[in-house]
């Protein structure tokens, strides 16, 4: 099945930059799509809710007049993440301003995503879901969602922890719509790497975590330059869910990262009452290691479709 045409027309490189809680905000959405990838954001970074309208406003007026400015240029669409989940007490009013806009990709998570399929749907917008297995994978595709993005181990934030060989393989055996991939996912090889295991999108966040439109304090930024895989701790204290956060910003706040409580999954309240994640405790993924520096979005762009190109002849060579 190939991808709906809001994509399919209008990428530079099959990449969606993930909605990234606190850190993803209009400044960064808008450079990653006028570079020709997905840009998007969490709903709840717009604070008061009263914000969002705005937001919403301001990256969709922006985006048309780059396109009027440049018709041959791919500019990409954007994307709004929604949470699916009782403790998200916003959700109906976010939506309602989602379908006023008329945004073009919503990305849900957590539960099953059927009133935000049922309100996205008559405007031609389209939802994608992310998973980290099969049963969510089947749950999500039940309520209509049009792409399943498969958050495998070694991704940033709520990951799961299943190799992505094996979750795109299982999915692919029930499942011929887009898919995008997220797992310490940095460089263009990467991406055309999750093209051959069968997905069609790579889905990126850490690589724009260090970014100069990132809305991240800048000792964040140089964690992030500075870490490797090794640097990433996976644990489910600080939120009740599994997570992969650095190691060092851990310790900054008095806590052992070898040593930390177990947390209960249903109650999504954080694990300690002292720090808070994303604010005190910084997620990441594995993918640290390929990061040197934070430069602006756009060139970081640049350097992945590169990247994917010169991966693209290595292959060719190969194949001949």
């Known amino acids: 099945m190939p991808l ?34 997905v840009g998007s954001f969490p709903a709840l970074n717009a604070r008061p809710k009263e914000l969002l309208d705005e937001w919403l406003g301001r990256i969709t007026a922006e ?36 379908v006023k806009h008329k945004v073009p990709m919503i990305i849900t998570s957590l539960r099953p995503p059927g009133e935000v399929v049922r309100a996205v749907k008559p405007y031609g917008g389209i939802v ?6 099969v049963r969510h994978a089947e749950k999500a595709l039940e309520e209509g969602v049009d792409g399943l993005i498969l958050v495998c181990t070694g991704a940033g934030g709520h990951a799961g922890t299943l190799s992505p060989f094996a979750l795109v393989s299982e999915v692919r055996r029930f499942w011929d719509g887009p898919i995008a991939l997220a797992g310490a996912i940095t460089r263009g090889e990467h991406v055309l ?12 966040g850490t690589r724009f975590l260090a970014t100069r439109e990132a809305v991240a304090a800048e000792a964040y930024k140089q964690a992030i330059v500075e870490a490797s895989a090794a640097d990433i701790v996976y644990t489910p204290y600080f939120t009740g869910v599994h997570g992969n956060y650095l190691k060092s910003s851990i310790v900054a706040q008095g806590l052992d990262p070898d040593n930390l409580p177990f947390a209960d999954k249903t109650s999504m309240n954080f694990g300690s009452t002292r720090v808070k994640a994303w604010k005190d405790i910084w ?18 762009v640049d350097r992945l479709m590169a990247e994917y190109a010169a991966a693209r002849q290595r292959l060719a060579r190969v194949a001949s």
């Open 4 to 37: 709906p045409p809001v994509l399919a027309d209008n990428l530079a490189l099959p990449v969606i930059g993930s909605p990234m809680f606190i850190v993803s905000q209009p400044d960064l959405v808008l450079a990653q799509c006028k570079a020709g990838i």
């Open 63 to 98: 985006l048309a007049a780059e396109r009027t400015a440049h018709p041959g240029r791919k500019i990409a669409p954007f994307a709004v993440n929604q949470i699916v989940h009782n403790s998200n007490d916003r959700l109906a009013h976010d939506l309602e301003l989602c």
């Open 128 to 133: 994608f879901h992310d998973v980290i297995s």
């Open 193 to 204: 790497a999750a093209q051959a295991l069968g997905a069609d999108l790579a889905y990126m």
């Open 283 to 300: 997620g990441a993924g594995q993918g640290v290691g390929c990061i040197d520096d934070a430069p602006p979005a756009a060139e970081v």
